[in-house]
Nanobody
Framework: QVQLVESGGGLVQPGGSLRLSCAPS????????MGWYRQAPGNERELVAK???????NYGDSVKGRFTISRDSATNTVYLQMNNLKPEDTAVYYC?????????????WGQGTQVTVSS
């Protein structure tokens, strides 16, 4: 069973930066998209950023201009550079990968990494 392994979360002051990383535990073929979602206490999980193939990434409205998603196709590692962080960015961040293939479409999730923005 392939797992998505995340790293890079932590505590940061408002205005600071963090970089999240996510990579599959072993080779993952047929990747359609990779991205990041987040969930704050009492809220639903929401899209942060998603990259479908080589197309222009999609971003949630609240992070546009501050967050940047990128992907290393050779290792299928996806990164989320988060700048100018705000307290409302505090949440558990989850990595996601969607694969398509003859055996069907599959949705993979990481275990989540906590990001806390606080002074």
């Amino acid at each position: 069973q392939v797992q998505l392994v995340e790293s890079g979360g932590g505590l940061v002051q408002p205005g600071g930066s963090l970089r999240l990383s996510c990579a599959p535990s072993r080779s993952l073929s047929g990747i359609y998209s990779m991205g990041w979602y987040r969930q704050a206490p009492g809220n639903e999980r929401e899209l942060v950023a998603k990259k479908i193939g080589a197309s222009v990434p999609n971003y949630g409205d609240s992070v546009k201009g501050r967050f940047t998603i990128s992907r290393d196709s050779a290792t299928n590692t996806v990164y989320l550079q988060m700048n100018n962080l705000k307290p409302e960015d505090t949440a558990v961040y989850y990595c996601n990968a969607v694969t398509i293939g003859r055996s069907g479409n599959f949705d993979y999730w990481g275990q989540g990494t906590q990001v806390t923005v606080s002074s």
